[in-house]
């Protein structure tokens, strides 16, 4: 696919003023100011996170009154229910909410919606359940914020509500139906549709432009079990963070502030295997022994955990983060590999049917497909392949009678919560963020929905919006690539959306022995003046052709070590070629 590249650059002189206050290198100077990272202080602090940089959870709006309705829980006895969600960040943040509510004592229950039987979110359901086991108080994590009838079921049968979520609220447009009591500390906030709780945490409404409104369900979770331990129990919150780093990698939240604390943190803990699921877990997915990346919790770790509660029960993984049996630990976690061999057949056919609809209709700005029979828990990753491959927004669309029940993704120009608030009138219901989100509409007004999501996307997107970026971090000369620049960059990670690995361009290079390996990768030699290094592009052989056609090529590359029989060499991890400009 085309790309445009794009260089980013800072004046140079407050480059070298950086990189000598900081004790780092230009290169590595310009990659943390392109990630916002822009002063000696800022830069200490994101190389150097440390626990006990994590802020007070009681600053965060709601966490006082949350944690005092806790406390009178565990005086009065009251047994609770934590409701969460079916993907991996709403399980962790159950599992995160559970332990922590355990350990101040609290008898609690847990409730998961099962994605084909409930649907996503808290519903009325979920609180006749509740009066059912005795609850007095629910706790939802992951979802609630829009969860009026079930907020207002709760206030009729007398059992108290705390909703932690990180989801966008429902803006009040329409000041007829404000639901609010005047009971709830947030019926001051303008604009905002929100249900009557206790308490409600979630950033996104009291802090909207702080790090924290970028932390997922299991995120929030954890800044609510911090508030806990410190408030009730003097259980260690750092034994919270596999679990909240899974749920952050999962949402694919920015790894800036917090997430990428917990995340960086996350790691250590699920290498060291304190939870038999987890190692149970990475055994099945072929990791177990090996030093984590970001990339084994994307690839290996999460598909599998998500699987369960797209095609069967997310409970079974519930069990499988809580249990100490290593017996249940390995049948759970062989259980959950084989559903996501089952989801991956049930993904295929999906995909192959929406791409076969699409080469029929043809690509618009906004790609809307639909059909019956189209498994609901996997036309999320369909959208997701859609819109990668196209690089369009896309929704995929379930139907089932009247009703057609979808999931969007978008590229990062369309805001495509904003566009479903423009076309609310046509579908039934909504809920997500910015690059993704999922909605319910009568199958009458697929068409209606098409046509508005394309006018909405013409007005506010340019030709230019549609062609990726390939956003480099600053421009090098080979003479520039080292053993300590690659060791610098090591202290980046975890690498992730908000914080992806560094990428570096270089012109004028000389292209020396090209060749295509197994089929697929290009390898060659890259000279620079009187210096070359080896470079490989995998998946890359189809720039094989392209290479002959100029003296020199432009490449954006990740350097690396390369380790081959007991010799060390820098090698550049290619990413893209040009013909010299
Ligand atoms: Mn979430």
Redesign the pocket.
Known sequence: MHRRWVVNRTNQEYITYLSKTASISPVLAQILVNRGIKTPEAISSFLNPHISSLSDPFLMEGMVAAVERISSAVQKNERVLVHG?Y?V??ISATAITLKALHLCGIDCRYFIPDRMAHGYGFKPLAVQYAKQIGAKLIVTV?CGITSFDAAALCRKEGIDLIITD??EPMKDESSEFRIQSPKSPHSKIHNLLLPDAEAIINPKISDPDSELSLL???GIAFKFAQALSTAHARFAIHDFMDLAAL?TMG?VVPLSGENRLIVREGLKLLEKNIRPGIRALKQVAGIEGKSLKTGHLLFALIPRINAAGRIANAENVLRLFLTDSEDEACDLASWLDGCNRERQQIEEKVYQEAMHQLEQKGARSVIVLSSEGWHKGVIGIVASRITETFYRPSFILSIEGNTARGSARSIPPFDIYQALTQCKTIVREFGGHRLAAGLELDVADIHAFEECMNSYAEESLSAEDFIPVLEIDATVDLSDITFDLIREFDMLEPFGFGNSGPLLGSKGLEVIYPKIVKDLHLKMKLRQKNLSLDAIGFDMSSCYQQLGASPTVDAVFTPCVNVWEGNTSLQLNLKALRPGT
């Open positions: 969600d993907d960040d709403g992951d990180h989801h997922s369900g299991a749920g949402d």
